[in-house]
């Protein structure tokens, strides 16, 4: 059984008219899958935001209709533009034994020690990455530590992501996640650090003691 359930009703209701359904606080709905025929169904649309809100795009759903229930997985959500109230949305049915692929978000916990005291600033990569996964066995976030990042250059790559070994991440493995960089303001007093040293070495020659080139080349020449 999924964390989460729609009850859902066999729509009789299509095209110009579902406007009426959507007034009276129900949403069409389609389900599509490899070994059902395609259900085109309603449900209370207070109950599918809700639902959706908690179940994202990579959370298995009960779908209970008329006594039957399928697993399923929001794929597709129409909302109006200014409202952003769901106009429509499809579902797929799937075999939890079956593979699918996903775009699951990296959530980015704690801080780096680096950071907090301000010696450095936290460069991020990618907010989400492509995973392939049983259905059955389905994540829907990958959680990054920060507080492992201790010196300035420490990084997070996508090979050092920690999931299962039914999960297969399918970005980049060298894709940079999080890094500790120097800030700004460091980097200029590093760069004029350098300048002066480098002035301070120019003062400090003695010019009697500068050897020019060609200089001998010219003496013996004549």
Request: hydrophobic share 40%.
């Amino acid at each position: 059984m999924a964390d989460y359930q729609i009850e859902a009703q066999t729509r009789t209701v299509k095209g110009k008219k579902v406007k009426r359904l959507r007034r009276d606080g129900i949403t069409p709905i389609t389900v599509y899958g490899r070994k059902i025929e395609p259900m085109t169904l309603q449900t209370n649309t207070k109950d599918l935001s809700l639902t959706l809100r908690d179940a994202g795009g990579t959370n298995l759903i009960d779908l209970n209709v008329d006594g039957d229930t399928y697993n399923v997985i929001a794929r597709d959500v129409q909302r109006d533009v200014i409202k952003r109230t769901i106009l429509h949305a499809d579902f797929i049915a799937i075999d939890e034994s079956a593979r699918i692929t996903a775009e699951v978000p990296v959530i980015l916990e704690g801080v780096s020690p680096v950071v907090a005291s301000r010696k450095g600033i936290l460069l991020t990569g990618p907010n989400t990455v492509a995973v392939e996964m049983q259905a059955v066995n389905m994540i829907d976030s990958i959680r990054v530590d920060l507080s492992q990042l201790l010196e300035l250059g420490d990084s997070i790559f996508v090979k050092d992501l920690q999931v299962e070994d039914t999960v297969r991440i399918l970005n980049d493995p060298e894709q940079m996640v999080a890094r500790v960089s120097q800030t700004s303001a460091a980097r200029r007093e590093e760069a004029l650090a350098t300048v002066a040293e480098l002035e301070g070495m120019t003062e400090d020659l003695d010019p009697s003691q500068v050897e020019v080139a060609g200089e001998d080349d010219e003496e013996d020449e004549i």
